[in-house]
């Protein structure tokens, strides 16, 4: 049998019981050649005729065992491997098998019992030792889970299993580069393990590196050619690096594989969302709106991510049942980590007696850098009143050497880049720093780490700025907004308490980073792009993803009712421009009315902005940055403002200029017919320009230190209601310093 000729060891054993009936070795050995050619029935017969001879032989209850456990008939082998154990206690293998088998019978807490038994005769059984792990694991008690496998892979070689698991634990807790080196060693035991390649690009595409991600997600497929989640996953990683066309025929691939893969299906609506191809738009609305719904109905993460769902007409309602279900998630990465609950900060009054004498706040985001967040907030962290406030913020991202992330280190009273450590770690330090008061700037944005926030390691925690959207989290209390953004007759649609501050809860940095933009003498030439001298230019410098089938059936409309006008889009992205230029013409629109440009840096997209002269906002999800580019750029804009936060933000930005109102409208005909109306009306378009160029200065919108003030008050009435005793509760923010005593 050792040599592997199953057929002679066959005749042989069968000779030996024919010599020997009561030869209960023999009656084993033939009972083992009969399991290894597959035939169960034979080998039962045999193992118990070797039971016949010998009641108390050990090892054939324990192979008899284990033919009723591949069979899944648990009790009974249950109850063989305990016979085993019985005649023989010194049996290991009998207790790992024996806690296999009650772990898939429920039995749990005994399994644990005969892992431990196994360890206890043999404290290096690998089996045992990642068998315990793996409990431990499903239970979230990362750390036993990690000392198991570690404590395998210290006694045995070859085995790829614990090395997966352990990259399993590093990646959830944000070790990514020891998750990398386990997955390496996956590799190095099996180079040919689709399974490894794809969780090793995941990881690779989550920290950024996403060409070495396309790299093994295309090896995973060259290896199984059929595995469908390697080339959704490739389609992601492609989508990640500018090839959207390709991510397309990748996510197709995915689903002619698995017709029936949530993820894929959301994931590829998603994509060509970003370029406009509309075809099949609303039947794969209908269906992902159903995949949704099944979703939320159970256990399973949502396939639509809650910053996707923003710009989809998805009812606000199923919105926030997504965002929960995100919060949740969060909720289960930050119970895996094992920590105590913290304490918090005393709920003392502000310079009261025996109370602090600043307000901590503790500002968290990935953002503090080149992008969008810092050119907005940029002053901000550095204008709070140091007499009352003290401001840390936690970088998650690591420096870019940019200017935005230098002027932030410089300004804020505290800067702390934690990028390198563990999210338990940072939660850690948050709290030491006893901060009362810690905002949240990302949201469910690229780079965010809620887990920290769902540890919970200060008393109030804030969602502000980053995430046009309700967070849906039971660990968040508070959202920062306003009145018009998110009026309190849609609060139902909210997981937060609503805090509205004065004019418009959308901050930016313009008046003291963008000035030279006012200057009339840096106004760029329309030639510079292509523009036209002679038409009327309409723009809209939002992303592709924002725009759908009716709002741009209306840009058309519109375009065609103004004679000599055009539309100025942004190639964001480029493969876009093709299916809206063939979509323009289907409607009647002449080619040389839409025009193009591409992504520029910050100050000349503002200055080459009042080039246009009106800009039209997309409804579905709004112009937030870019709104408040072009309004202090001068240029006025048509707003549409529905239900969700992100499709009433460009209304709020209007409202805050005091010239804004002309700018809202409360249908989609009326959008139309107050672009044209106002493209046909030189003289009322040009003093709205005017108004709207001469309230900048003076207007609320683009007055950060005020806005800052305000900022402050909500943190002390949010900290004062805490020590009050009270429940988080929606307020209002009046611009009255004698609302928001320190003391009393």
Not at 190 to 219: F, M
Not at 505 to 524: A, E, G, H, I, S
Request: glycine fraction near 6%.
């Amino acid at each position: 049998m050792e040599s592997g000729d199953l057929s002679r060891a066959l005749q042989y054993y069968k000779e030996a019981v024919k010599l020997k009936p009561t030869f209960s070795d023999a009656y084993l050995n033939l009972g083992n050649v009969y399991k290894a050619l597959g035939m169960a029935a034979e080998a039962i017969v045999c193992y118990q005729r070797a039971l016949q001879s010998k009641p108390d032989y050990a090892m054939a209850y324990g192979n008899l065992a284990s033919i009723y456990y591949e069979q899944g008939n648990l009790d009974i082998a249950i109850n063989h491997y305990r016979q085993a154990i019985t005649y023989d206690t010194g049996f290991l293998e009998a207790y790992n098998n024996l806690g296999n088998a009650l772990k898939d019978a429920g039995k749990v807490e005994e399994a644990i019992h005969c892992y431990r038994q196994c360890l206890s005769l043999q404290p290096s059984h690998p089996q045992a030792l990642t068998n315990l792990g793996n409990i431990y694991m499903e239970w979230n008690m990362m750390s036993a889970a990690a000392q198991c496998y570690k404590a395998t892979l210290s006694v045995t070689t070859g085995l790829s299993a614990p090395f997966n698991n352990l990259a399993i634990i590093y990646k959830q807790q944000g070790n990514h580069a020891d998750a990398i080196s386990c997955y390496n060693e996956v590799l190095r035991i099996d180079p040919l393990a689709a399974d490894g390649l794809v969780n090793r690009g995941n990881t690779y595409k989550e920290i950024g590196r996403v060409n070495e991600a396309i790299q093994d997600y295309s090896h995973a497929i060259a290896i199984r050619p059929n595995m469908a989640e390697a080339h959704a996953n490739l389609a992601s990683a492609y989508k990640d690096s500018g090839h959207v066309e390709a991510a397309i025929k990748s996510y197709r691939q995915a689903l002619a594989i698995r017709p029936d893969f949530p993820e894929a299906t959301c994931n590829l609506l998603h994509t060509l969302q970003c370029v406009c191809d509309w075809d099949d738009r609303k039947r794969m609305f209908i269906e992902v709106d159903g995949i949704l719904r099944r979703q939320i109905k159970t256990s399973v993460i949502p396939s639509v991510q809650p910053f996707h769902a923003i710009a989809y007409p998805l009812d606000p309602i199923l919105a926030l049942e997504i965002s929960r279900k995100y919060a949740a998630h969060c909720s289960v990465i930050a119970s895996r980590f094992s920590l105590p609950a913290f304490n918090h900060p005393l709920p003392l009054k502000i310079k009261s007696s025996g109370g602090n004498k600043r307000l901590k706040i503790g500002y968290v985001s990935s953002d503090f850098g080149n992008h969008p967040l810092s050119h907005l907030m940029g002053s901000v962290f550095g204008m709070h009143n140091r007499q009352n406030m003290e401001v840390f913020c936690y970088a998650l991202s690591p420096n870019d050497g940019t200017e935005w992330r230098l002027r932030t280190q410089s300004e804020a009273e505290h800067f702390k880049d934690v990028s390198a450590m563990a999210s338990d770690v940072i939660a850690r330090l948050i709290n030491e720093d006893q901060i009362q008061i810690l905002i949240n700037l990302n949201g469910y944005t690229k780079g965010a780490r809620n887990e920290i926030f769902a540890m919970q390691p200060a008393p109030i925690q804030v969602s502000y700025m980053g995430f046009p959207g309700t967070t849906g989290a039971n660990y968040i209390q508070y959202l920062v907004t306003d009145e018009f953004v998110s009026p309190l007759k849609y609060s139902h649609i909210y997981s937060e308490k609503l805090v509205h501050v004065p004019h418009c809860y959308f901050v930016n940095d313009y008046k003291q980073k963008n000035l030279d933009v006012l200057d009339p003498n840096c106004r760029p030439k329309r030639s510079a792009y292509g523009l036209p001298e002679d038409k009327f230019i309409f723009g809209c410098f939002n992303q592709l993803y924002k725009m759908d089938p009716e709002i741009f059936t209306t840009w058309c409309n519109i375009l065609k009712r103004v004679p000599n006008s055009a539309l100025w889009l942004l190639r964001f992205p480029a493969a876009g421009e093709m299916r809206l230029r063939a979509y323009a013409a289907a409607q009647g629109v002449k080619p040389d009315q839409i025009i193009f440009t591409d992504v520029a840096t910050k100050n000349e997209h503002i200055r080459r902005c009042s080039l246009a002269d009106l800009c039209l906002d997309t409804p579905l999800c709004n112009a937030h940055t870019t709104g408040t580019d072009v309004l202090w750029a001068g240029l006025p804009m048509v707003t549409l403002p529905l239900e969700k936060m992100a499709t009433r933000v460009a209304g709020s930005l209007c409202l805050a200029t005091g010239v804004g109102e002309e700018m809202i409208v409360n249908s989609m005909q009326e959008y139309e017919d107050r672009a044209v109306s106002l493209a046909l009306n030189p003289a009322k378009l040009q003093d709205l320009t005017n108004r709207l160029k001469q309230s900048r200065l003076s207007c609320p919108l683009f007055d950060t230190s005020r806005w800052v003030t305000n900022l402050e008050r909500a943190y002390l009435k949010m900290w004062n209601l805490y020590c009050a005793g009270q429940q988080p509760q929606h307020f209002k923010v009046t611009e009255d310093d004698s609302e928001y005593p320190y003391d009393h």
